[in-house]
């Protein structure tokens, strides 16, 4: 009987109750909320919308049967963290839920938002995530004008005002800024709040008229949001008033172009397509020589009595003035297109066709031998334009077709070093005044040094020139080129006519300014015998040759 009355006693006890009877309370029964459906409302923003922040309803279906909801609990990609008293829930078993919160919009990758409720035990429910698309709305520029869009060189002293009229579209109804860009890099920047999606800006600003060509102007707009159009550009076209020439005209409408010309103290001599050799003793009066070869020559240089003209796999050497030339040996599959001499070296330079590898030879012997040379630029050195010897120092000149150019020197030949590199403009002539070296470039740059290892940059006066050559008589050095690369590479006519050259007697102080014949390009030049020749084509791309002469 007693261990009856034991085993009813641990019955009553398991069972919850207290040996006295049936009425023990239960243990409480865990009920975590659940949340489902979550939307938010907006559930995207613009950039910076609301100052950077706007507000947000979330909107999501729970259940909880503890009927004991607390706080809803929102986290979000920034780093803020937020807790709501939620009370009007607090005795449902289920419903929908509508919080309200700030949400930023200053960051234009948007924001996820995660959410979830906590009830009065502390027990958390699941997680729901959402995101607030954040739209980026730039400005956009649809329309632009400048009223002129053209004037003369040095028209209003120097500088005239232009107006620029601006047609835009901005859906975020918060522009800022206007900004302009000139042709010498200066921006100007005017504070312009506007709080439409559509208008017109017309705004005055002032240009230089000093540089001849077609200048790039750009224009672009900056929303409160540092939202950036894109960058429109339109070209200021600045006329040269041309004056009569001092050039004549000698030889036109050859059936080849011209590339280079020298003088070798007694002759003129002109290289060019095809082989075409032509001497003159004056400039003036002018003789076809065969050269014996079909291929295309590209330059030419003279010392003493030797000349050398060199091309594709190319070598010609002449100790009479150009009247009768040799084949020498000839370094194989490259396109010569630049030749310097001195005492006791011949130094040629060139590209691998279609590859544009840049390589270097020497030779000791007057071209019966070859020997490559290091180049210390790697393997893309740039288009070899040309080479120049004096006082001990050889200098090479190269253009990355029209601009990244690069001059390099060596006191041998054999080893060579970058002395400097001009990302915007291709290095094409090198002439000596009697006191610097000079180098002419694209873009209408010139560059000088006394040394031949420290370089400066002068300002060019004329836009969209490339100067590819250049002679010096003892007093005043001469620079000239054609169109620039941008038009030539496009096989198009510029919108004016080029002044191709520039000329001065104060060692590039100061320069003037003269064409030669409408758009002729001058890819050749020397002095001698009391004249300047200039050999070239009657267009850049026309393939008919021309020469050119001026006292």
């Not at 979550?38 to 907006?42: A, D, H, M, R, V």
């Not at 200048?215 to 900056?222: C, I, K, T």
């Given at each position: 009987m007693r261990s009856l009355l034991f085993l009813l006693t641990l019955f009553l006890t398991a069972c919850g109750g207290n040996g006295a009877g049936f009425d023990v309370a239960p243990e409480p029964v865990q009920h975590a909320p659940e949340i489902s459906n979550?939307?938010?409302?907006?559930d995207s923003a613009l950039h910076m919308a609301g100052g950077g922040s706007v507000q947000v309803t979330a909107e999501f279906a729970f259940i909880d049967l503890g009927r004991d909801i607390q706080t809803l609990h929102v986290r979000m990609s920034d780093g803020t963290d937020l807790s709501i008293p939620v009370s009007k829930s607090a005795n449902s078993v289920s419903g929908t839920l509508n919080e309200t919160f700030d949400?930023?919009?200053?960051?234009?990758?948007?924001?996820?938002?995660?959410?979830w409720l906590v009830d009065k035990a502390g027990q958390s429910s699941n997680h729901l995530f959402a995101v607030l698309s954040i739209i980026r709305h730039a400005p956009e520029i649809s329309n632009l004008q400048l009223s002129p869009d053209s004037a003369l060189y040095r028209e209003g002293n120097g500088s005239i005002v232009v107006t620029a009229e601006i047609t835009f579209r901005d859906a975020g109804r918060d522009l800022q800024t206007l900004w302009i860009q000139l042709p010498d890099g200066t921006s100007i920047e005017f504070d312009e709040p506007i709080a439409t999606e559509t208008g017109t800006l017309t705004k005055d600003f002032t240009i230089s008229t000093e540089t001849v060509g077609a200048?790039?102007?750009?224009?672009?707009?900056?929303d409160k949001a540092g939202e950036s159009s894109t960058h429109h550009s339109t070209e200021f076209i600045v006329t040269w008033n041309a004056q009569s020439s001092d050039w004549s005209s000698r030889l036109s409408g050859l059936p080849y172009a011209l590339h280079d010309v020298i003088w070798d103290g007694s002759a003129f001599v002109a290289v060019g397509d095809s082989g075409a050799v032509l001497t003159s003793a004056d400039g003036i009066d002018w003789v076809t020589r065969l050269s014996g070869i079909d291929a295309d020559l590209n330059a030419v240089a003279a010392y003493g009595s030797d000349i050398f003209a060199v091309g594709f796999e190319t070598v010609l050497h002449s100790t009479d003035h150009g009247a009768t030339w040799v084949a020498k040996a000839a370094p194989a599959y490259i396109v010569l297109s630049a030749v310097a001499i001195n005492s006791s070296h011949v130094v040629?330079?060139?590209?691998?066709?279609?590859?544009?590898?840049?390589?270097?030879?020497?030779s000791a012997d007057r071209g019966d031998t070859w020997q490559d040379t290091s180049i210390n630029c790697g393997y893309f050195c740039g288009l070899f334009a040309d080479l120049y010897y004096r006082d001990g120092l050889f200098i090479a000149a190269t253009t990355g077709f029209g601009s990244g150019g690069r001059a390099m020197v060596s006191s041998d030949a054999a080893v060579w070093t970058v002395?400097?590199?001009?990302?915007?403009?291709?290095?094409?002539?090198?002439?000596?005044?009697?006191?610097?070296?000079?180098?002419?470039?694209?873009?209408?740059?010139?560059?000088?040094?006394?040394?031949g290892l420290n370089w400066t940059k002068t300002h060019p006066l004329v836009a969209d020139v490339d100067y590819l050559s250049g002679a010096w008589n003892g007093s005043k050095l001469v620079l000239a080129g054609g169109y620039s690369w941008r038009y030539y590479s496009?096989?198009?006519?510029?919108?004016?006519?080029v002044p191709v050259g520039i000329s001065s007697t104060?060692?590039?102080?100061?320069?003037?300014v003269f064409n030669i014949d409408g758009n002729y390009q001058s890819s050749g030049m020397a002095f001698g015998n009391g004249r300047f020749v200039s050999v070239g084509q009657s267009a850049?791309?026309?393939?008919e040759g021309a020469i050119y002469t001026a006292d």
């Open positions: 979550l939307k938010l409302s907006p949400v930023t919009t200053a960051n234009g990758y948007g924001c996820t938002i995660e959410i200048l790039a102007v750009e224009f672009w707009l900056v040629v330079a060139g590209n691998v066709p279609d590859l544009f590898g840049s390589l270097i030879y020497i002395i400097f590199y001009d990302e915007g403009a291709g290095l094409f002539a090198i002439v000596h005044d009697g006191s610097q070296y000079v180098v002419s470039g694209g873009n209408g740059a010139v560059f000088k040094s006394f040394d496009r096989r198009v006519v510029p919108p004016l006519e104060d060692g590039g102080v100061t320069w003037e850049p791309v026309s393939g």
